[in-house]
């Protein structure tokens, strides 16, 4: 049973900070989506099994940054210059099916159980 457990999440003013975090039971693939209320599940950003690739969506490029701990089984988001729009529930998944990054929720079998993340105008 795979297990993916997120913290970090909470509530930031525009322009402030935070850092996800995502343990997961065993090495995958990752990414983290996410869910704002009335709004489909959309990707956010991915890395690859080795950490080596990462992919993010153009919402977010330049302010977030995925990186894993490998030793760890941990996944990060760092968020930086976060805006309003960032509000959601964020979710980390793993894929046991391929090494790469991928923005499709379908290429991700495994889901934690969502973290909120709020930034205040």
């Known amino acids: 049973q795979v297990q993916l457990v997120e913290s970090g999440g909470g509530l930031v003013q525009t322009g402030g900070s935070l850092r996800l975090s995502c343990a997961a039971s065993?090495?995958?693939?990752m990414g983290w989506f996410r869910q704002a209320p009335g709004k489909e599940r959309e990707f956010v950003a991915s890395?690859?099994?080795?950490?080596?690739?990462?992919y993010y969506a153009d919402s977010v490029r330049g302010r977030f940054t995925i990186s894993r701990d490998n030793a760890r089984n941990t996944m990060y988001l760092q968020m930086n210059s976060l805006k309003p729009e960032d509000t959601a529930v964020y979710y980390c998944?793993?894929?046991?099916?391929?090494?790469?990054?991928?923005?499709?929720?379908?290429?991700?079998?495994?889901w934690g159980q969502g973290t909120q993340v709020t930034v205040s105008s």
């Open positions: 998944a793993a894929r046991s099916n391929g090494r790469t990054t991928s923005g499709a929720t379908y290429d991700y079998n495994y």
């Open positions: 065993a090495r995958y693939a």
């Open positions: 890395i690859s099994w080795s950490g080596g690739t990462a």
